[in-house]
């Protein structure tokens, strides 16, 4: 059973451009969410994806966008990047349905710079 | 909305000695409860987690009871190592889609 995988682990960016991440779920998960942990802070939901459906969105601006494959892996795109945008992303899977999940597994997250 | 609150850290604690990390929760109908351990430079690990009212999580020395009454899910270890060292993040789910809301965080350190 291979774990939840994210590329690239660390980039950086330069304000303005756009920036696609990626992540492989665990075996068996169909649902993938997608998480952004500034420095020293917790990290906050962006948005889920089930069945290659957005069904959930945390407080992100739509510059924040999404892709998840029939295989379940899934993109974080992030368009227009801000200074702001410099954090830790980390990619959770998880089985569950429509209606949500019971426990969510991380991958080791990439870092992302924006200068 | 829901919010977890977490005290704030660092804490720090000699090896042996016993750790508690308190952790209060504000959201509607009855979430589940987690505690995720996240070591320099890597994601998070689930410790452990109970889904109603009473339930006791465990893992590896490390508990937490669910406790609607106070709306607390405290962690606890007897015996701390240094290994045990890292950011501990309590967090709760609805179960919806609206993922996992986190605490800030508890930066841990165990001393020799």
């Known amino acids: 059973e291979t774990g939840v995988t994210q590329s690239p682990t660390h980039l950086i960016k330069t304000r303005g451009q756009q920036v696609t991440l990626r992540c492989s779920s665990q075996s068996g998960h169909n649902t993938v969410s997608w998480y952004q942990q500034a420095l020293g802070q917790g990290p906050q939901f962006i948005f889920q994806?089930?069945?290659?459906?957005?069904?959930g969105r945390g407080n992100f601006p739509p510059r924040f966008s999404g892709l998840q494959f029939p295989n379940y892996s899934s993109e974080l795109n992030v368009n227009a990047l801000e200074l702001d945008d410099s954090a830790l992303y980390l990619c959770?899977?998880?089985?569950?349905?429509?209606?949500?999940?019971?426990?969510?597994?991380f991958g080791q997250g990439t870092r992302l710079t924006v200068v | 909305g829901n919010s977890v609150t977490q005290m704030e850290g660092p804490v720090t604690l000699s090896e042996e000695a016993f750790l508690t990390i308190n952790c209060t929760y504000t959201a509607t109908g009855y979430p589940s409860l987690f505690w995720y351990v996240q070591y320099p430079g890597e994601g998070l690990q689930l410790l452990l987690k109970a889904t109603k009212a009473d339930d006791k999580g465990s893992n590896k020395g490390f508990e937490a009871t669910y406790r609607k009454e106070t709306t607390s899910f405290h962690l606890e270890k007897g015996s701390v190592q240094v290994s045990d060292s890292a950011v501990y993040f309590c967090a709760l789910s609805r179960g919806g889609a609206d993922g996992l809301t986190f605490g800030k965080g508890t930066h841990l350190i165990i001393q020799p």
């Open positions: 959770a899977s998880s089985l569950g349905g429509a209606g949500g999940f019971t426990e969510a597994f």
């Open positions: 994806y089930y069945r290659e459906e957005e069904n």
